[in-house]
């Protein structure tokens, strides 16, 4: 199993472009959610889902849409980009409970880095 | 909604002694507490985890406590090496609709050789 994938690993964007951060899962979670890590802090939910066609905000939602078609991939989309929105992205995906012993337990992609210039 | 608050931000001790990073968490009705250990540009990997039906949960070294009244769960790491050094994260989630993790600020460990 590759577990989460996030693409791409780095990106550059001018103010106002827009981008589709990448994110696959191949262990059949139903859950998974987007998360935001600005330098030196902890990290903010974005959006989630707990199954394909179902998505619902985070903490931190402003900015950002997502889409959930399928079980495996949900997309982070950024229209309009701003300064503001520099930051590591991470991407995680977690059983439903009883699908494995650590039924809770997040795994991360290893993270795109946006810097908005 | 759930608010995590974690305490202390940066943490230096000698190899060999002890580190306790704690946390306090809103919403009574969490009930899953994961500790998350992140190095220097890698992604958050889980430690250890405790649920709300125990107390304490120990592996190895590293061992966390849990205090539901109080609202506050605690990081034990012993015998600290200097591959502990890293910024570990704590975090708090419900068995809703959702499991949605919660996170702290993090505590950034340094263990001094």
């Known amino acids: 199993n590759a577990g989460v994938t996030q693409t791409p690993k780095f990106r550059i964007l001018k103010i106002g472009q827009s981008m589709t951060l990448q994110c696959t899962q191949d262990m059949n979670h139903n859950y998974m959610y987007w998360y935001r890590q600005d330098p030196g802090m902890g990290l903010k939910l974005i959006y989630y889902?707990?199954?394909?066609?179902?998505?619902d905000k985070g903490e931190v939602p402003n900015g950002y849409n997502v889409s959930r078609s399928t079980t495996e991939d949900f997309p982070l989309r950024l229209e309009l980009a701003a300064p503001s929105q520099t930051s590591v992205y991470f991407c995680a995906s977690s059983p439903t409970a009883g699908q494995g012993s650590q039924d809770t337990e997040a795994f991360f992609g290893q993270g795109t880095r946006l810097t908005v210039v | 909604g759930e608010n995590v608050e974690q305490h202390p931000s940066t943490l230096s001790v000698q190899e060999g002694d002890s580190a306790v990073i704690k946390c306090t968490y809103s919403?009574?009705?969490?009930?899953?507490f994961p500790w998350y250990k992140q190095e220097l540009g890698k992604r958050p990997q889980l430690i250890i985890d405790?649920?709300?039906?125990?107390g304490e949960k120990k592996d190895q070294r590293i061992a966390v406590t849990l205090n539901k009244t109080a609202k506050h769960f605690s990081l034990h790491i012993t015998e600290t090496q200097p591959e502990d050094s890293a910024v570990y994260f704590c975090?708090?989630?419900?068995?809703?609709?959702?499991?949605?993790?919660?996170f702290g600020s993090g505590t950034r460990l340094l263990v001094r050789p």
């Open positions: 975090a708090a989630s419900k068995k809703d609709s959702s499991y949605k993790l919660i």
């Open positions: 919403d009574s009705a969490s009930n899953y």
């Open positions: 405790i649920r709300s039906n125990v």
């Open positions: 889902s707990v199954g394909a066609g179902i998505t």
